[in-house]
């Protein structure tokens, strides 16, 4: 007599076997990693304030809803020492983002803070800053790898990873005992905000370590690089690293428009074919017409809004919660908790930090010179006449700048010593 196996009896041998559908999707164990100096990996990442909003933003204008106070964090993998500060924003911009990662990386004043650098990696979520062109262009100018979380079906049955540690560490420790205060106190602006929270995170980076029996700052300060931390380069040079040339027609009118707004420029480029100099950080505009630049120009119009609205009389209930927040707002204690205090500070000392010289890559040819014959042809120019009719003395010392250097102000400089000096037997000389 024949037996068959039926659909239930394959199900049962097959979950007794590890064979279900369950089991064999299961995704593998998380695996927790930590860097291994400071500076190696910092984590970044963004959170809205519990306190949403601030009064009024010195920038906002009248025609504008509230902008949303954001959280701005960078975390240290290694130390888990943090930096954090408040920025109105609306959403998460790449502008916003950039800023601070600028005054994260570079030197504070505060002797409390010695968090500073240019960070090997930065490990961040998959939101629209990461996905951002120019934010990974000016992270490539520094020397800085970004790593996202790993989307979903991307590494077989591993799930999407989720940042619940130490990113979010510091947001939930800055919400429940330093943000619940501003019931009492709230800031006027982000710079009151921010001295308030650079307070506290002196007093959150003094905090034990989650594994070594020191605090958090002592930790990075014991695990930085033998070479030291990269130092981070001035601010007019981080600016040029968020510029990206655009070739353009100038208008008859000698104007040109730029994300709606009109600038105008010197007559002589009008209906010229040329290159726009504009960054993200720039409110000027500079032009570059074959072998010149052409600038600063200042806006002359911006867009019109398109119309005014009115608001509503108030209704009962937003009158009533209108007095319950006038009553609410009595309520405070003295404001000299919010404000610092040297007995709680980590560190009463300067803390020396060794640091390594910033590396300029220079990605435009704006200090060095692409190439020797490009440099030859700089330095004809400055002297206004060709090379070839140049003594031979003179052609050494040009070939041989050129070969020991190709910086712009130092090749330009040395021609100008050594062209002042008079020769001992001129041309001319009988």
Known sequence: REQTLNKTTVNRYL????????????????????????????????????????????????????????????????SG??????????????????????????AKESPAHPLQGIPKMIYQDCGPVSRSQIYQRVMRYLGVEVRTHMP???????????ATGKAERPFRTVKEMHETLYHFNQPHDEAEANAWLLNFLVRYNAMSHRLEPHSRIEDWLT?????????????????????????????NDARVAVSGTQ?????????????????????????????RRFGPYLPVGGPIPLRKFRTFKKSAAQTRADRI?????????PRTT??????????????????????????????TYPSQHAAKLAIADFLGTPLGRLPSEQLDNINAVVKSTLNKQDVLERVRTFMAQPRENPHHAE
């Not at 943090?82 to 916003?96: F, I, K, L, T």
């Not at 010197?266 to 500079?286: C, K, P, R, S, T």
């Not at 610092?340 to 009463?348: C, D, M, Q, T, V």
């Open 223 to 251: 695990h930085l690089p033998a070479e030291g931390v990269r130092a981070m380069c001035t601010w007019e040079r981080y600016c040029t690293f968020a510029r990206e040339p655009e070739r353009r027609k100038v208008n």
């Open 152 to 162: 979903a079906g991307s590494d077989g049955r591993r799930i999407t990873a989720q």
């Open 81 to 106: 020492t943090a930096y954090q500060e408040y920025r109105c924003v609306y959403g998460e911009d790449v502008e916003s983002a950039l800023r601070f990662l600028f005054r994260a990386m570079a």
């Open 338 to 367: 919010m404000e610092a205090h040297p007995e709680l500070r980590g560190f009463s000392d300067p803390v020396h930090v060794p640091t390594q010289t910033f590396v300029d890559s220079d990605p435009y040819q704006q200090l």
């Open 263 to 291: 600038y105008e420029v010197d007559v002589e480029l009008a209906g010229e074919e040329v290159i726009l100099w504009w960054g993200l950080f720039d409110q000027e505009l500079y032009i570059e017409h074959g072998d």
């Open 325 to 333: 927040e006038n009553l609410a707002s009595k309520l405070s204690v």
């Open 15 to 78: 979950h007794q076997w590890g064979y279900d559908r369950t089991t064999l999707g299961r995704p593998p164990p998380a695996v927790r990693f930590q860097a291994e100096h400071s500076n190696d990996c910092w984590q970044f990442d963004m959170s809205p304030s519990d306190l949403k909003h601030i009064e009024a933003p010195s920038w906002l204008r009248a025609d504008l809803k509230a902008p949303t106070l954001m959280l701005f964090s960078v975390v240290d993998d290694r």
